[in-house]
């Protein structure tokens, strides 16, 4: 019942984008996200798109499996798209008023600002996606471990972080089957988790949870148990297993990259120099395309 | 002795004897998918009532599957399974009423135990199971503990934590039996019990076996106590059955048992080196006492040495 349920969703292939270091993947896609959010114009999609197309095309994950991380953001975005249609009121001199209803306006502006708004979330999800299909769980928390060590200076445990999170993931596989089993094993003796009210429902649960929590603790304190007596002491001494090294992948996977970020940043620029500038190239058919 | 007979399907006439009866049962794991596994290959098969049948094989062999279907936890794929006289392969199935009346005890059943008291949790299943009354459900309660050997006024009222390893698993078990079911399956009931406890679980599953009627059908690793508790052995290998046969008959196959990675046990050695010398003993006889038993028998000797 839970077995079809995966943590992370990594895809495994060999390819370009997989086998570019886990930090520089991780440092792109959180600049990608920022840039995002200067994105302003159609031109600017554009050219992400063209990013996102390329960056899939290399990854070699099918676009259905990245589609797939959309889907659980569809309400948020329905829910973005009406209320930006609905409720974006125009500059009766600049833009057109197309539909009037009650108390609803729909303006020109407010499509395309529904539009972009939604192009924007569905870009944030699929260019994060494309960095969790990529990279395994485990890469990334040695990722965000190398990443975050310059806060040891100020007495931050980035390794006992590091070491929680990658012992969490290992866990929720076993912990899962340990679900399945407990599940079958209240039903066994006639439990019901359909049917009946919230409460009852909720109430049905408690048979699951307590022997799971129990379950929990009692890894817990082997696992502990195990490591002591292995005489682990920590970060002290600790060399990693796999060391991470920048290869030429990486520089030219951060080369392009940073030329399609760049761009957006630019775009950005020239947005707020130009916006009401008269500038013969900047209009096409009397729209300026940079504030389209 | 007369039995009522019915025809079900083309394939299955049941007798009011039968408890289980399986036909071409399949059964896969992620069909379609990469990771497509078939666990059960036209598993067919009839257990009797009042019998008590031991499912061996190695991990992944298909017996876990197997169990599983008795009481619907997994539902019948294709072929057709019968289950005192419910089909399960049906589009209706009463879940409650199945699994009421045959009761699964699951490998480390004391992992399921949640509830504030042992009674409580005793009473869990009789609750779900729709006995109203509290004091009922008490005296059923009261019952199924006496019956796994614990003293009932001494642990009511404990928390479940609180009791040894042993303890625990005769609580879970004691869950189980309250329910009054027709038949139990267990898997690994003595995974992880030292030898004083296994001996404990093996006698109270036997004894309800032989005193109760309740047919048994337990999934085991140990071959020795297969083989002294059991009176049919089916094992599955690759979802398949491969034999089905008495204790003795099968652990006279020794190669075949040792080509398949399975141990056979002690006695049943002790038996079939006896037997290769000429000196046949009785198939029912399994332990040690039994065996000497025999042996004495042969030598004319005290029989109650």
Request: with cysteine; aromatic share 10%.
């Amino acid at each position: 019942m839970l077995k079809d349920v995966t943590f992370g969703q990594y895809y495994n292939a060999q390819s370009f984008v997989h086998k570019m270091d886990a930090r520089i993947k991780l440092l792109l896609c959180l600049l990608f996200m920022v840039a995002i959010f200067f994105v302003q114009s159609f031109v600017g999609f554009a050219f992400i798109t063209v990013f996102l197309v390329t960056l899939i095309a290399c990854s070699r994950v099918p676009v259905r499996s990245v589609l797939k991380s959309v889907k659980g953001i569809i309400f948020l975005l329905l829910f973005t798209v009406v209320l930006n249609v609905f409720f974006t009121k125009g500059d009766a001199e600049k833009d057109k008023l197309l539909v009037s209803w009650w108390i609803f306006e729909i303006w020109d502006t407010g499509l395309y600002f529904a539009a972009k708004m939604f192009l924007r979330l569905v870009y944030l999800v699929v260019g994060s996606s494309v960095l969790t299909l990529t990279t395994t769980p485990v890469d990334l928390t040695h990722a965000i471990e190398s990443l975050l060590k310059p806060l040891k200076v100020i007495k931050v445990p980035v390794h006992e972080i590091a070491l929680i999170m990658s012992l969490t993931l290992s866990f929720i596989p076993s912990l899962m089957e340990e679900t399945d089993r407990i599940i079958n094993a209240q039903k066994a003796r006639g439990a019901d988790f359909d049917t009946g009210g919230l409460v009852k429902r909720a109430k049905a649960f408690v048979p699951i949870l307590i022997p799971l929590l129990v379950s929990g603790f009692r890894r817990a304190d082997e696992l502990a148990n195990a490591m002591n007596s292995r005489c682990y002491e920590g970060a002290t001494k600790r060399t990693q297993m796999r060391v991470m090294k920048l290869s030429w992948r990486d520089f030219l996977g951060a080369f392009i990259t940073l030329i399609f970020l760049v761009t957006i940043f630019v775009l950005y620029g020239m947005r707020n120099q130009w916006i009401n500038a008269d500038v013969d190239w900047l209009y096409i058919n009397g729209v300026n395309w940079l504030y389209f | 002795m007369s039995k009522p007979i019915r025809q079900v399907s083309d394939n299955i006439t049941l007798d009011e004897n039968a408890a289980i009866s399986a036909r071409n049962l399949n059964f896969i794991y992620n069909a379609k998918s990469p990771f497509f596994k078939q666990a059960l290959k036209d598993v067919t098969l009839t257990v009797n009532r009042g019998e008590f049948v031991a499912i061996v094989g190695h991990t992944g062999s298909g017996k876990s599957t197997f169990v599983q279907h008795l009481n619907a936890l997994i539902r019948v794929q294709s072929g057709e399974l019968y289950v005192l006289n419910r089909n399960l392969g049906g589009k209706k199935v009463d879940l409650k009423d199945l699994r009421g009346d045959v009761g699964m005890v699951f490998q480390y059943p004391e992992y399921q135990l949640f509830a504030d008291t042992v009674i409580d949790d005793v009473c869990f299943g009789l609750k779900n199971f729709g006995v109203k009354d509290k004091e009922e459900r008490e005296s059923m309660a009261k019952t199924a503990i006496e019956l796994v050997g614990l003293e009932f006024d001494k642990v009511k009222n404990k928390s479940p934590f609180d009791l040894s390893g042993g303890e625990k698993r005769r609580v879970a078990l004691a869950g189980v039996l309250a329910m009054n079911p027709k038949i139990l399956v267990l898997d690994e009931p003595t995974a992880g019990l030292d030898p004083r406890g296994k001996k404990e679980i093996l006698s109270l599953v036997s004894s309800l076996n032989k005193n109760q009627g309740i047919t048994v059908v337990m999934v085991s690793h140990d071959m020795n106590e297969v083989y002294e508790n059991a009176n049919r052995i089916i094992v599955f290998k690759n979802g398949e059955i491969v034999y089905d046969k008495s204790p003795r008959d099968l652990f006279r196959m020794e190669e075949e048992i040792v080509s398949m990675n399975l141990e056979i046990p002690h006695m049943a050695k002790f038996a079939n080196v006896l037997e290769r010398n000429g000196y046949v003993i009785p198939s029912d006889c399994k332990t040690v006492e039994q065996v000497l038993g025999a042996v004495l028998k042969l030598k004319g000797g005290n029989v109650n040495a």
